[in-house]
């Protein structure tokens, strides 16, 4: 008999992007792996439908039920063929899997994913996926990539296969438990409240500066209004994407840097990201910002499929007296802190403070969105790899921010998808040059005053 499954809280996130949205193409990711070794893709083909046993992520189908969305679980799925496509060029796989990429996933009719097996014009050859970002988040993509490979590895030398991934639909039935805990509930309400109330109400700092917030500040005859609907509003949110690359001797010093002093990444991008934003909006404190983070923290959860996306709301409020390290802390703390109420869902997070500062479901305070994927490019070294996510078309968020190391250059690659009609080109391009800037004059000089380095950004 079927069992059908609630979401639970991280999918219940991306589900509001299919509640708040007019269109449908953001709740996938289209995301392809190529690598310069030659292979058999009938292997592939083999591969693919072992890791679809060991990957119950790929098993997993939506449905509604009574009105409510629910899941559940195929005993077993096979695929007999996958599309295979030689390209010319990378200007041809691009549009090619562009537009896939924009094209639903039509997650409500028996469709999970799509599957395409290629070869590049410089002969590296690769897989394609566009999934269900219901089923699947960035590091459950990971996941399946290198498992994928492992298996398939195994079956070319006739190696033992690798270890077992865990099953996502067993996460599923514990992540229930932990989101009905009455107790854990109360304890992130209790943080939510003092932490939403802190500085009073949030202001929101845009990667465009404060035209649209004037704006609407006139419009509404209130000079003090700390939140724009036009940033967020539903038929604005057709999106284009500039990637931005970080050099390779930079990128090492960033790294070692983070390696150096214990500092994640994001927490050292997100600072030098919000500080810019600060800069350009009559220099606030207090800069809002959405982390998207996987909720895997153990061994047990990095070996499982699935989506464990959970959206953090951080709210930094950071006087420009402060130094670069002392910013660095600060994000820190509050980033830890979050980090300890991962269990508490963003939806109910998230009204909280619509109810706390009345604001309506079109109004958002997260200037940006940040992610980001720790591609091991470490433990890919017999093999030229080389990974590329694609446009969705439509994004709700003014701004978000992918940022994993690159395997092609050995730097640093940012992902920016923007919404066009509210952020140009141009605010992203002075986004990314001045943090750069701020980063590296910080690891140089970690006691320069967080007002300084606002004094040196050019818009």
């Given at each position: 008999?079927?069992?059908?499954?609630?979401?639970?809280p991280s999918?219940?996130?991306i589900?509001?992007?299919?509640?708040?949205?007019?269109?449908?193409?953001?709740?996938?990711?289209?995301?392809?792996f190529?690598?310069d070794k030659?292979?058999?893709f009938?292997?592939?083909?083999?591969?693919?439908?072992?890791?679809?046993q060991?990957?119950?992520s790929?098993?997993l189908?939506?449905?509604?039920?009574d009105?409510?969305?629910?899941?559940?679980?195929?005993?077993?799925?096979?695929?007999?063929?996958?599309?295979?496509?030689?390209?010319s060029?990378?200007?041809?796989?691009d549009?090619?899997?562009g537009?896939?990429a924009?094209?639903?996933v039509?997650?409500?009719?028996?469709?999970?994913f799509?599957?395409?097996?290629?070869?590049?014009?410089?002969?590296?050859?690769?897989?394609y996926?566009?999934?269900?970002?219901l089923?699947?988040?960035?590091?459950?993509m990971?996941?399946f990539?290198?498992?994928?490979?492992?298996?398939?590895?195994?079956?070319?030398?006739?190696?033992?296969?690798?270890?077992?991934?865990?099953?996502?639909?067993?996460y599923i039935?514990?992540?229930?438990?932990?989101?009905?805990?009455?107790?854990?509930?109360?304890?992130?309400?209790?943080?939510?409240?003092?932490?939403?109330?802190?500085g009073g109400?949030?202001?929101?700092?845009?990667?465009?500066?404060p035209?649209?917030?004037?704006k609407?500040?006139?419009?509404?005859?209130?000079?003090?209004l700390?939140?724009?609907?036009?940033?967020?509003?539903p038929?604005?949110?057709?999106a284009?994407v500039?990637t931005?690359?970080i050099?390779?001797?930079?990128s090492?010093?960033?790294?070692?840097?983070?390696?150096a002093?214990?500092?994640?990444?994001?927490?050292?991008?997100?600072?030098?990201?919000r500080?810019?934003?600060?800069?350009?909006?009559?220099?606030?404190?207090?800069?809002?910002?959405?982390?998207?983070?996987s909720?895997?923290?153990?061994?047990?959860?990095?070996?499982?499929?699935g989506?464990?996306?959970?959206t953090?709301?951080?709210?930094?409020?950071i006087?420009?007296?402060?130094?670069?390290?002392?910013?660095?802390?600060?994000?820190?703390?509050?980033r830890?802190?979050?980090?300890?109420?991962l269990?508490?869902?963003?939806?109910?997070?998230?009204?909280?403070?619509?109810?706390m500062?009345?604001?309506?479901?079109t109004?958002?305070?997260?200037?940006f969105m940040?992610s980001?994927?720790?591609?091991?490019?470490?433990?890919?070294?017999?093999?030229?790899?080389?990974?590329?996510?694609y446009n969705?078309?439509?994004?709700?968020?003014?701004?978000?921010?992918?940022?994993?190391?690159?395997?092609?250059?050995?730097?640093?690659?940012?992902?920016?998808?923007?919404?066009c009609?509210?952020?140009?080109?141009?605010?992203?391009?002075?986004?990314?040059?001045?943090?750069?800037?701020?980063?590296?004059?910080?690891?140089?000089?970690?006691?320069?005053?967080?007002g300084k380095?606002?004094?040196?950004?050019k818009?």
């Open positions: 008999m079927r069992t059908y499954y609630d979401l639970i999918q219940q996130n589900y509001l992007l299919v509640k708040f949205s007019f269109h449908k193409e953001i709740v996938q990711i289209p995301a392809c190529s690598m030659d292979i058999d009938d292997l592939l083909t083999k591969a693919l439908n072992i890791e679809i060991r990957n119950d790929l098993r189908r939506f449905k509604k039920v009105g409510d969305i629910k899941q559940y679980f195929l005993e077993e799925y096979h695929i007999d063929s996958v599309p295979t496509m030689t390209f060029s990378d200007e041809e796989m549009e090619y899997f537009k896939d924009v094209t639903p039509h997650f409500l009719k028996g469709e999970i799509r599957i395409v097996f290629f070869k590049r014009a410089n002969g590296n050859k690769g897989v996926l566009n999934c269900s970002h089923a699947i988040d960035a590091m459950g990971l996941v990539f290198l498992d994928l490979l492992g298996v398939y590895k195994a079956l070319l030398t006739g190696e033992e296969m690798p270890e077992p991934l865990y099953s996502y639909e067993e039935v514990k992540e229930l438990e932990r989101s009905h805990d009455e107790k854990r509930l109360a304890k992130g309400q209790k943080f939510y409240q003092e932490y939403f109330a802190k109400e949030p202001f929101y700092a845009g990667v465009h500066g035209e649209l917030l004037e609407e500040r006139k419009k509404e005859k209130n000079p003090n700390h939140v724009t609907k036009a940033a967020y509003a038929f604005n949110d057709k284009l500039i931005r690359g050099s390779a001797e930079d090492k010093k960033i790294l070692d840097f983070c390696v002093n214990n500092v994640a990444p994001e927490t050292l991008f997100t600072f030098a990201m500080t810019y934003c600060s800069a350009i909006n009559y220099r606030t404190e207090d800069v809002f910002y959405n982390l998207m983070c909720k895997r923290v153990s061994f047990k959860d990095v070996r499982t499929g989506c464990m996306a959970q953090l709301q951080v709210r930094t409020i006087p420009e007296t402060d130094t670069f390290q002392q910013g660095l802390e600060e994000v820190f703390r509050v830890t802190q979050l980090y300890r109420h269990s508490f869902p963003f939806v109910y997070a998230r009204g909280m403070l619509m109810k500062y009345n604001h309506s479901t109004q958002g305070v997260a200037s940040f980001w994927l720790p591609i091991p490019i470490d433990r890919l070294t017999d093999f030229k790899f080389d990974f590329k996510t969705l078309g439509r994004y709700f968020n003014p701004l978000y921010a992918i940022c994993y190391p690159d395997p092609t250059t050995n730097g640093i690659m940012m992902h920016y998808m923007y919404r009609k509210v952020v140009s080109e141009a605010d992203v391009n002075a986004l990314h040059d001045n943090m750069v800037k701020i980063i590296m004059t910080g690891i140089e000089h970690p006691d320069t005053p967080i380095l606002m004094d040196d950004v818009r």
